[in-house]
């Protein structure tokens, strides 16, 4: 009874694209383009080319949403924010920050543990900066493109927890000692329902590949993960919450609390130091806003069919419009990504700061059970559905939402006339033999190169 | 390329371990075995062994070393405290410790180095210079998790295929290279091939990993228990309303 849906699964998670992303790399189209340059040389200059641009949506991101914390802060206090700087709006608000910090003086207590304090900033800023490389900012535009993208980058932001408490422990102050006990406290336990719902749309997906996730989110929004079933949709708000949590955001700032602990682990910071940390929690709060997109909310897809299918229409044509497309892509998921940071900010300034002991009781007696229960609903219901109707999810199946299935097909559909006698005993049912066709024409390809 | 970050993070590696040992302060030596294990999950990386990297990075240098410090911060007396050892005890330390680097160099010494990408071709696992002959990611992609996953099930598509019972019909499959065990886990995973092919499948990693997971919830609700009645304990002669919910 499980085999078909156990070959249903496996079809649907082996969708591969990574031939054609190969071909695209940009490490791949240096070395043979610019035949001077070795190996080696091209694979420096693509990992500089992709941290600089990855620092560019490290670095912008943060600076947008300094500003608009203030404006957002100000208008639902009942006030203007920031109107001056740069003209209108105060929109050069975070350059005048970012000169102010700079030319404060770099402090560092006499008690402090000075190598510590001194570099704990920067795992933060390393840690915040390095989960962007394994995200898809549109489709195939991502700098490391991983079978695990998702996993990683989740273990690479569960860095930025390390640099804060050791900031709280080095400073030698008792506000950064209590800022960072906090923080330890609330982010081991906020990592494990995380963990469980971020696992959520990888069991529905088959993939923990972010590229693949979004791409079976295409064909309109009916298709987004958050709405494939009652579990993911809890799943999504229980994702959004914990993802609060472990930014350090209100109601769950309680490493910082001003009005308790001063400044909470960053007491002791002053200048760019200082600014450090900000600039990550700013780029971290983009990072899992991009990260909830791209897992439930269809990622680089509009969501209107019409839309969607024009974009990858024309992607199709030439590569001037493959790129076109893809940076419409690419605003769409920013777009897309700013409006929860914006909410973000809104939930900031509209519920007060939970207790310790409360940040805890949500964690540990309510979001843990519920995520472990949304989780075990989530694996049953392609059950529940094979048993009332048949079908293992509502509308298309996953498997068949591939945009790119139509070329494939076609392709697949040729050389299986070419080989179709060889490989044709071996298909059963017409979405796996046209999906299995199409992995073998990939490992074939992969035999021949060796 | 390859080589020089190998013995980039070689020297990081090895460098941290060494600042662990050689540090007094509790959470210098915390902030070193950072930098130790992440140096290691970037040689698991460099191996194409990229789901045991992005796991060392998670449980330990994100959770472990946490807990540490978090740890050194609840118990300890004074900022920025020291430990001081006494020499029985860096004898007892240096006792284990060479036990083990003896057993680790043992162990080393005794695998035959020159025969290992020809075995890993042959169970189709990728090693180092060797592409993998499973998986459809480039290689340097990763496509470890898939096969680790579904060995955990009890799938081993670089073992049981190669196996004469369940490739009869795969034998003539004119698509395989001769010599090489590839196949595709669709195909393997067919109803109609499963009846033949599932007399030889090894049974998997799932029941051993679902004891100890529930073996660690047993020592986790123990733990929390043993707390949990000594502070009742304490707190019962004070009689304090709030401490004993």
Redesign the interface.
């Known amino acids: 009874m499980i ?2 849906i ?2 249903k699964t ?2 649907d ?2 969708v ?1 694209f ?1 031939q054609t ?2 071909e695209c790399s940009l490490f791949g189209w240096i070395f043979s383009s610019f035949p001077p340059l070795s ?2 040389g091209a ?2 200059l693509a990992a500089v080319i992709h941290t600089a641009l990855v620092g560019l949506f490290f670095g912008l991101p943060a600076f947008v949403f300094i500003w608009a914390e203030r404006k957002v802060a100000g208008r639902i206090q009942d006030r203007l924010g920031p109107t001056r700087t740069g003209g209108r709006f105060g929109w050069l608000q975070s350059l005048a920050d970012g000169i102010k910090l700079i030319q404060k003086e770099d402090l560092a207590p006499d ?1 402090a ?1 000075h ?2 304090f001194r ?1 704990s900033p920067y795992i933060v800023v390393a840690a915040a900066f390095s989960a962007f490389i394994f995200i898809p900012f549109s489709d195939g535009w991502t700098a490391v ?4 993208g998702l ?2 980058a ?3 932001l ?2 930025e ?2 640099g804060i ?2 900031a ?3 400073s ?1 102050s008792k506000w950064s ?1 209590f800022g ?2 906090r923080e ?2 609330q ?2 336990s906020y ?1 494990v329902p995380l963990g469980i719902t971020a696992v959520i749309p990888v069991v529905i997906a088959g993939t ?1 590949n972010l590229n693949d996730i979004v791409t079976i989110q295409s064909g309109g929004f009916w298709n987004w993960l958050v709405l494939h079933d009652p579990f993911a949709f809890l799943a999504f708000f229980v994702f959004f919450t914990v993802t609060l949590a472990s930014n350090k955001r209100a109601p769950f700032d309680l490493a910082e609390a001003e009005s308790e602990l001063v400044g909470g682990f960053h007491t002791e910071y002053s200048g760019m130091r200082w600014s450090f940390f900000f600039l990550a929690e700013y780029a971290a709060m983009f990072f899992v806003s991009m990260l909830a997109i791209l897992l439930f909310l269809g990622g680089w897809w509009t969501g209107i069919p019409a839309i969607d299918q024009a974009l990858v229409a024309v992607s199709h044509g030439s590569d001037a419009f493959q790129y076109l497309s893809r940076i419409l892509g690419m605003l769409i998921l920013l777009t897309k990504s700013g409006l929860m940071v914006f909410v973000q900010i809104w939930i900031r300034w509209t519920l007060p700061r939970l207790r310790i002991d409360q940040v805890m009781t949500t964690c540990l007696k309510y979001l843990v059970p519920i995520s472990c229960f949304l989780f075990l609903g989530v694996v049953s219901w392609p059950f529940l559905m094979l048993s009332m109707t048949g079908k293992t999810s509502w509308g298309t199946p996953i498997g068949e939402r591939v945009p790119a299935s139509a070329q494939l097909m076609e392709q697949t559909a040729s050389e299986d006339q070419k ?1 179709g006698k ?2 044709g005993k ?1 298909t ?1 049912t017409t979405v ?1 033999s046209s ?2 066709a199409d ?2 024409t ?3 390809q ?2 021949e ?2 | 390329m390859h080589w020089f970050l190998f013995v980039f993070y070689a020297l990081f590696a090895c460098g941290g371990a060494l600042a662990v040992v050689l540090s007094q302060n509790i959470v210098r030596m915390a902030f070193y075995l950072v930098v130790s294990l992440g140096a290691t999950a970037a040689l698991f990386f460099l191996l194409d062994a990229d789901f045991v990297g992005a796991t060392q990075l998670l449980i330990y240098v994100g959770g472990t070393v946490v807990l540490l410090i978090f740890g050194v911060m609840l118990t300890s007396s004074s900022p920025l405290s020291s430990i001081k050892n006494t020499p029985a005890e860096i004898l007892q330390g240096a006792v284990v410790g060479l036990a083990f680097l003896t057993l680790l160099i043992s162990t080393v010494l005794s695998v035959k180095w020159a025969t290992v990408p020809e075995m890993a071709a042959h169970t189709g696992v990728a090693g180092p210079g060797v592409s993998a002959s499973q998986g459809f990611n480039p290689v340097q992609e990763g496509n470890t998790s898939r096969s680790i996953g579904s060995a955990l099930l009890g799938l081993r598509f670089d073992r049981d295929l190669a196996q004469p019972g369940s490739s009869v019909e795969m034998s003539n499959d004119p698509v395989s290279a001769p010599g090489s065990d590839e196949q595709l886990p669709v195909e393997h995973s067919h109803s109609a091939q499963r009846s033949a092919a599932s007399e030889s499948l090894s049974t998997g990693y799932l029941l051993p990993f679902e004891i100890i997971s529930v073996h660690l919830l047993v020592v986790l609700i123990g733990a929390s228990y043993l707390a949990r009645a000594k502070r009742s304990e304490m707190a019962s002669p004070a009689s304090v309303g709030p401490a004993s919910r």
């Open positions: 085999s078909p156990l070959a496996l079809s998670g082996l591969d990574s992303l190969r190996s080696s694979l420096l008690a543990d190598m510590l570099i493109s991983m079978d695990i996993f990683v989740l273990a690479v569960s860095l927890v390390l408490v050791l709280g422990y080095a030698a000692l960072g006990m330890a406290a982010m081991v990592e923990m080989t060889q490989t071996q059963g796996i999906r299995a992995l073998r990939v490992n074939v992969h035999g190169k060796r």
